[in-house]
């Protein structure tokens, strides 16, 4: 199933054809070699001081138990992600592991790894969905994840369904129109507000 931007201005076709569908192939897994690029793409986001803070849980059927846990962190409107092959939860280091301080970006640099692995995934002809709906505290302690780290997304990843076999409450859901604020409402030129012309 197609959902290309109705972008206003050109963009690249990869970004384009990314988005972030529900309806996934369960019996269609991915493969370690796709996984990798996945993973690897990640691995050349930039970071601020080139900390690269984020880290990937990864679920597969290769760990059947791991898996039913990750299953039970997602909240009842994210069911739909139990048919991915994959899942993974993105996870954010807190401080610089340099000095031990604060460190603010460490969100914005693990999504930026995220949207990468997106973007690979896209190219590949495979699919990947972050969510925000999963219990974050249950993951931690399923997953033994430690202080000095934040729980981010998880993340659906796998191929699409035709969409005859979607089933129709995923399809509603799949079909509904991409929508975006215009680039006037992100950008302004000099000063908070101003317009771009
Ligand atoms: C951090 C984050 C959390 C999200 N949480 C959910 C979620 O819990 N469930 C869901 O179905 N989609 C979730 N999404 C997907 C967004 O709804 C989606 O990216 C947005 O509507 C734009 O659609 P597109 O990705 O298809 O362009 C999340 C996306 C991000 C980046």
């Known amino acids: 199933m197609e959902k290309r931007a109705p972008a206003d201005h050109p963009i690249t ?7 972030s569908p529900r ?3 369960a019996s269609r897994p991915v493969s370690s070699e796709n996984l990798m690029s996945i993973l690897e793409a990640g691995r050349w986001a930039p970071s601020s001081s080139n ?3 984020w880290r990937y849980l990864v679920f597969d059927r290769s760990d059947p138990e ?15 992600a139990k048919a991915a092959p994959v899942l993974m939860l993105s996870v954010a280091k807190r401080t610089y592991t340099r000095n031990g301080k604060s460190n603010r970006h460490a969100g914005h640099d693990t999504g930026a790894a995220s949207i990468s692995m997106a973007l690979q995934a896209t190219a590949l002809g495979l699919w990947l969905h972050q969510m ?7 993951a931690r302690a399923y997953f033994g994840i430690p202080d000095d ?3 981010m997304a ?4 796998g191929y699409m369904l035709p969409e005859t076999e979607i089933p129709p409450e995923i399809l509603l859901r799949d079909q509904a129109p991409r929508v975006r604020n215009p680039v006037e409402a992100m950008a302004f030129r000099g000063q908070w507000g101003a317009g771009l012309e």
């Open 13 to 19: 076709d990869v970004i384009a054809r990314r988005w």
């Open 23 to 25: 309806g996934y192939d």
């Open 51 to 53: 900390e690269q803070p």
């Open 66 to 80: 791991a898996l039913a846990k990750a299953h039970d962190c997602l909240s009842s409107g994210n069911a739909w």
């Open 132 to 138: 925000g709906g999963y219990d974050p505290e249950k």
């Open 149 to 151: 780290f934040d729980p």
């Open 154 to 157: 998880m993340i659906a990843l």
